[in-house]
């Protein structure tokens, strides 16, 4: 009898739990699905080739490109030496713990509260949104990921390195560009791979901070075109016209997100 | 040489410290005009700029109003400490909720009954609604996200056959990679409706932006508890097979608990998560200033009252902003930091 009723809640249970699975994969398919079918009934040449003002998306895809770049440039160089700190300056000190923590604690602090700060600093005191406070803003988010990336890939390289290092009498910071950022290569690459999709498809903290524009420019210090929140503006648009815009951006976004995670899948796949 | 690369990786690390510090000290200091304002009072008061008269005689008249608010509000600023700290159950909550409304009239009648030697006015902020919004919303999303993905994760790691359970994996994690933007319109255009259709009540609302929450955070958390689960040595499961444990009794017993700390620690960054996401949320919430009555009215949260009203407000409304920005950072540090010492540190032993 108990056996029975054994079997029989292992089998509800197995039901039960991949049912759920299924629930929750149907919606996300539907996500997909959607935005697929709106995006490429949206998407035509024109959107590439024209800006805002004429109905197309170049500018911002512009816009949005030079914001991540910008912004990777940015935090790029003091992630990783501050990685680098951690894990071979101050690896076991109680500062490099409690940066790590901090950084960590960073990493999840809601983007909304970094345009907040990034408006109060770089906005109030220009008097107009401008697309180095969009730069600013995206670099703060990237920080933390950055250097969390480049601690845990340098922590995976093994000690007998590094005293093959020291054992030629090669000086510390020699080993540390050489040797150990050249064994960790790959690893830190993917992470910035997927530092810079993560950034790519933020709003939040560019509301204010860039805000958008319709124009192509190139100058930063002005209002500077963003492709997500355009997007936001647009979908909530009347216009058929404009809200189908929206998606198409929308779809671009999405595809080249996941080609730079899918990109980076492959560099570690290949590593393995 | 050495020295100066050593200053340097020195100086990088703790800019990520002086980052943070900047932001609450700029934070700080631009909600410093609400908080002297309305003080804790704040966290509780549902009005959202409105002009409440003053008398010309002024301060005393204020001051009593304060003085009687002040008295009100020292019995309710516990629990609006206690609605923070994120783990009440709905039903204390809502019984906050109608006590806010029975003040929030008392408060109108105050306003009525001054009209009459009105002289001037003052605008008052209270983050109620939008904290009430912020609970509500990701209460409801962990609660169905919950179940969900720890349905998805067991099911990858221990159901699925190999073929079927990596390229699902893989797609998951994709998805967790989605931009929160396309959520945010899927929700606006399909799923609003379609709940609405179901459930009725109007196409934004709390429900549905708990639900597009509660379907952004899914492959987050499943990813990760997935990842938490592949962790059980499989030593351990086949001596449970080999006693004759059904597969039930094997996750039950063995899985779960051994990964207990890291499916754990994986809902609660899904939470900061949740706390923080302004764009699944800004498209479905409606942001209105009204406490919901029920669950398909729409309301506000704190990062979409951040989306939709910071570039037009300044002065006194703007620092009122600064005010909710200074309580969600506070309240998402808070929940990560508490995260990340009770789960991650044992996850190491």
Not at chain 2, 146 to 159: C, D, N, Q, R, T
Not at chain 2, 178 to 193: K, N, Q, R, T
Not at chain 2, 307 to 315: L, P, Q, V
């Amino acid at each position: 009898m108990t056996q029975i009723k054994r079997f029989f809640i292992n089998k509800l249970f197995i039901v039960i739990s991949t049912l759920t699975a299924l629930l929750g994969l149907v919606f996300l398919g539907w996500i997909l699905w959607t935005l697929f079918v709106k995006g490429f009934e949206a998407l035509s040449l024109t959107v590439f080739t024209t800006d805002l003002v004429n109905g197309g998306l170049r500018n911002l895809l512009w816009g949005q490109f030079v914001l991540s770049v910008l912004a990777t440039v940015l935090a790029v160089p003091i992630g990783l030496l501050a990685g680098i700190y951690l894990q071979e300056y101050g690896n076991h000190s109680r500062y490099a713990e409690f940066i790590r923590e901090l950084s960590d604690v960073m990493m999840s602090a809601p983007s909304i509260v970094v345009g907040t700060f990034v408006y109060a600093i770089l906005v109030v005191p220009v008097g107009h949104t401008n697309g180095w406070a969009g730069i600013v803003a995206l670099a703060i988010l990237m920080l933390p990921i950055v250097v969390r990336t480049t601690d845990d890939m340098l922590s995976l390289i093994p000690r007998e390195l590094r005293e093959a290092g020291v054992a030629l009498g090669v000086p510390k910071y020699r080993i540390i560009t050489d040797i150990i950022i050249r064994a960790a290569k790959v690893g830190i690459v993917t992470g910035l791979l997927l530092a810079f999709a993560r950034v790519m498809g933020e709003t939040a903290p560019l509301l204010y901070t860039s805000g958008t524009s319709e124009y192509w420019t190139t100058n930063l210090g002005e209002t500077f075109p963003s492709l997500t929140v355009a997007i936001y503006n647009l979908a909530t648009m009347p216009d058929e016209a404009l809200s189908k815009l929206a998606w198409a951006g929308a779809l671009l976004l999405t595809l080249f997100v996941l080609i730079l995670n899918i990109t980076g899948r492959y560099l570690i796949r290949d590593k393995r | 040489m050495e020295k100066i690369f050593a200053r340097i990786s020195q100086v990088s690390a703790t800019t990520v410290l002086l980052l943070l510090l900047a932001t609450v000290a700029v934070l700080y200091w631009s909600a410093k005009p609400a908080l002297e304002a309305f003080g804790a009072h704040f966290l509780i008061d549902p009005r959202w700029g409105v002009e409440v008269p003053v008398d010309g005689e002024g301060n005393e008249v204020k001051q009593t109003l304060n003085a009687s608010g002040q008295a009100d509000g020292v019995r309710r600023v516990d629990a609006g400490v206690d609605e923070i700290s994120m783990d009440d159950e709905e039903v204390p909550l809502e019984d906050e909720m109608n006590g806010e409304t029975i003040s929030m009239d008392e408060g109108e009648e105050l306003i009525l009954g001054m009209d009459e030697d009105e002289l001037e006015t003052r605008e008052v902020y209270g983050g109620l609604v939008p904290i009430l919004g912020t609970l509500f919303s990701t209460t409801l999303a962990m609660l169905v996200a919950v179940p969900i993905a720890m349905g998805i994760a067991v099911f990858l790691s221990e159901l699925a056959p190999q073929w079927l359970g990596k390229p699902v994996g893989v797609a998951i994690e994709l998805l967790a990679a989605i931009p929160s933007i396309i959520y945010g319109m899927w929700g606006l255009f399909f799923f609003g409706p379609f709940i609405a259709s179901i459930f009725g009540g109007s196409s934004v609302s709390l429900l549905v932006a708990g639900l597009v929450l509660a379907i952004m955070i899914i492959p987050f958390m499943a990813a990760l508890s997935r990842d938490a689960i592949n962790i059980t040595p499989d030593v351990l499961k086949e001596s449970a097979y080999a006693v004759g444990a059904t597969k039930f009794e094997v996750i039950k017993d063995i899985v779960f608990p051994y990964a207990k700390a890291g499916i754990l620690g994986s809902m609660i960054i899904s939470l900061g998560r949740a706390l923080g996401e302004t764009m699944a949320v800004a498209f479905v919430i409606g942001g209105i200033f009204s406490l919901p009555e029920k669950l398909t009215d729409p309301t506000v949260s704190i990062p979409v009252v951040l989306a939709n009203n910071f570039a037009e407000s300044s002065g006194l409304s703007l620092s009122a902003l600064y005010y909710l920005a200074f309580v969600l950072f506070l309240v998402s540090f808070l929940v990560i930091f508490a995260a990340k010492h009770y789960f991650l540190r044992r996850v190491k032993l």
